[in-house]
């Protein structure tokens, strides 16, 4: 059996004209069996149908925010935004909706998973501590360690995730201001904090489509649960490399 093609996407530095990607992203596809190819994010619009073609997989990383303007809002006040990279919102959304289109495995993690949702037609919030009204808020900016997990996520039962985790509730990392608002169609929740912020969400027309709002690739050295979640996801390029060669 080859070893599926898994394209990672990257950020972008504008001021060092550099693309970047934590290595933890890499490691964790490479140790659960894939073989892990970056994409770049500004120089590669238009050659989305390309990647599509090419790739068995595809991981949306995370990184900065995504353009209010393709979830049909303005940039709301009050609030410090990060950093917006146009280039690579229009880019990314591309590739998705190729890629759902050839029912290619997908992976979202933390801004990839809130890609997936605007991309796939829903909403998200600009920032959960002025758009989410909670009477006990989690802390979702951590400033414990990366690798550290500091709070609580509850696992709907019956999902592909809860499946994958083979548990009801697990302990997560968190670096997040967004979270997804809108569940696109044909999309459920897959995972709720316990300040009701969605944690995950998974479709339910594809063979294996998941976005989790956590860090996995930062757990996954130390934590062989974690690690199920890569190898899940390879399982499934690995069959959908099968499939497109015959």
């Known amino acids: 059996m080859k070893i599926p093609l898994i394209g990672i996407t990257t950020s972008l530095s504008m001021e060092e004209n550099t693309y970047f990607l934590k290595c933890s992203y890499a490691e964790s596809i490479a140790e659960a069996g894939g073989l892990p190819v970056l994409l770049p994010s500004d120089n590669a619009i238009g050659k989305e149908e390309m990647y599509a ?52 495995p997908m992976l979202g993690i933390c801004r990839g998973i809130q890609l997936m949702a605007v991309a796939a037609g829903g909403s998200i919030y600009q920032d ?46 968190s670096f997040h201001h967004q ?47 974690t690690m199920v979640l890569f190898r899940t996801f390879i399982r499934y390029a690995a069959q959908y490399r099968n499939n497109k060669t015959g």
């Open 128 to 173: 959960i501590n002025t758009g989410i009204q909670r009477p006990q808020k989690v802390r979702h900016m951590q400033k414990a360690p990366d690798w550290c997990e500091t709070h609580m996520v509850e696992l709907v039962a019956g999902t592909k995730l809860a499946e994958i985790y083979y548990a009801g509730q697990i302990e997560t990392n």
């Open 53 to 104: 073609e090419s790739l068995d997989g595809i991981v949306f990383a995370g990184g900065g925010d995504i353009h209010p303007h393709y979830f049909k809002e303005e940039p709301l006040d009050g609030f410090e935004m990060g950093t917006i990279l146009p280039q690579r919102d229009c880019f990314e959304i591309k590739l998705y909706k190729a890629a759902e289109q050839r029912k290619i």
């Open 179 to 225: 979270s997804v608002k809108q569940v696109p169609e044909h999309f459920l929740v897959n995972a709720w904090s316990t300040d009701g912020i969605v944690e995950g969400i998974e479709s339910s027309s594809m063979p294996f489509c998941i976005g989790v709002q956590w860090h996995p690739e930062r757990i996954a050295k130390n934590d062989q649960k």
